[in-house]
């Protein structure tokens, strides 16, 4: 038996809304599921996924259905090998492409082949690009009856608002510090004593990931804390006018461009933060930041936001990620106080 919401108890009012709605009869046919990066946005679609195509749910202790777990579909789905579950997320341009809709289209209007119905998921569909979006409406106007849609966004990442208004929307919180480092530590706990992370080690990840534990598990496991640290520093020595630009740059590209802005981006709106009398997320970041609040209007800390969304939408027409890194760098430069003149 398959339940999400034990794996993961953040997404308990989230996942009861699935199950009342599919016990009614009344489920809608698309989702626009919404929450930060790394909450179980992907997980809670597959666990949906599971639970339409199940032959035999069962019911759970609050007598809501849960799929089986045991019959062929469920077994196809956890195998992702499921004919009748599609997946598309952006490819090599970093966008969802208007082929990629017009193949889920096509999937949309089938008939499904082991199943009573379909179920497509877009992962990022905050990443279509307008053609791809606008071919989109089309599906979600002229919904055929056996076919489910689900949409992941992720937060503060915008959608059309004509496709928005055509789904229901579920938003999926960011767990507390003790449920995400309960998850984490549950995680790592079957890893050889070699490659499992210290208490230490998850406590930061958690911090860096803002509690979303499963991006937090990536961090944990991955290279980004090391290389996020060397690009702070390397950030601190150029906002010092210790090093060179160019130096600097290096150090976040070696990032790569999507970390590199969620780097920037998160400590712009600990500014923000700051300069509104509150408290960063980044506490190593806090002298830095808490310097910059003590100078400059809380404006500059949106204009600098502004920038990463621009670097962002550009990285679509793959950009060069040190000439960004460096161009969001100076732009922090501008920042520091320039000495008076004697």
């Known amino acids: ?17 699935v199950q009342e709605r ?8 698309a989702l626009l599921v919404t929450g930060e990066s790394g909450v179980g946005k992907r997980a809670w679609a597959d666990a949906v996924s599971e639970l339409l195509l199940c032959t035999s749910p069962l019911n759970s202790e609050a007598g809501a259905p849960v799929a089986c777990g045991r019959c062929r579909q469920c077994e196809l789905v956890a195998a992702s090998s499921h004919p009748d579950v599609r997946a598309f997320s952006p490819e090599k341009s970093r ?26 998921i877009i992962d990022r569909a905050d990443q279509l690009n307008i053609n791809a979006a606008n071919a989109l409406l089309k599906t979600l106007e002229e919904p055929a009856p056996d076919f489910v849609l689900l949409l992941l966004q992720e937060s503060g990442r915008p959608v059309l608002p004509t496709i928005r208004s055509r789904c229901q929307v579920v938003p999926l919180p960011v767990p507390s510090a003790g449920q995400a480092n309960e998850w984490l530590t549950r995680k790592v706990a079957g890893l050889d004593s070699e490659n499992r992370p210290s208490a230490e080690q998850l406590a930061k990840a958690l911090m860096l990931a803002g509690n979303a534990p499963r991006l937090a598990l990536e961090y944990a496991t991955g290279e980004f804390p090391g290389l996020r640290d060397e690009a702070f520093n390397k950030f601190r020595e150029f906002m010092r006018g210790q090093v060179a630009v160019a130096d600097a740059a290096k150090a976040f590209k070696a990032l790569g461009l999507e970390d590199m802005l969620w780097l920037f981006e998160g400590w712009a709106a600990d500014l923000a933060r700051l300069c509104a009398g509150g408290q960063p997320a980044d506490p190593e970041a806090v002298e830095m930041l808490g310097f910059l609040a003590r100078n400059n209007p809380a404006w500059c800390a949106h ?8 670097a962002r939408a550009a990285g679509v027409y793959n950009v060069n990620p040190e000439l960004e890194a460096s161009r969001l760098l100076i732009a922090w430069r501008n920042l520091m106080p320039r000495k008076r003149r004697g």
């Open 95 to 120: 966008m969802i492409r208007v082929d990629q809709v017009r193949s889920l289209s096509e999937f949309a209007v089938s008939s499904p082949q082991v199943a009573e119905r379909k179920v497509a």
């Open 1 to 17: 038996m398959t339940d999400i919401a034990v794996d993961m108890p953040w997404l308990k009012t989230s996942w009861q809304t």
């Open 22 to 29: 599919l016990a009614d009869g009344r489920f809608p046919h």
């Open 303 to 310: 204009e600098l936001l502004d920038q990463v969304r621009d």
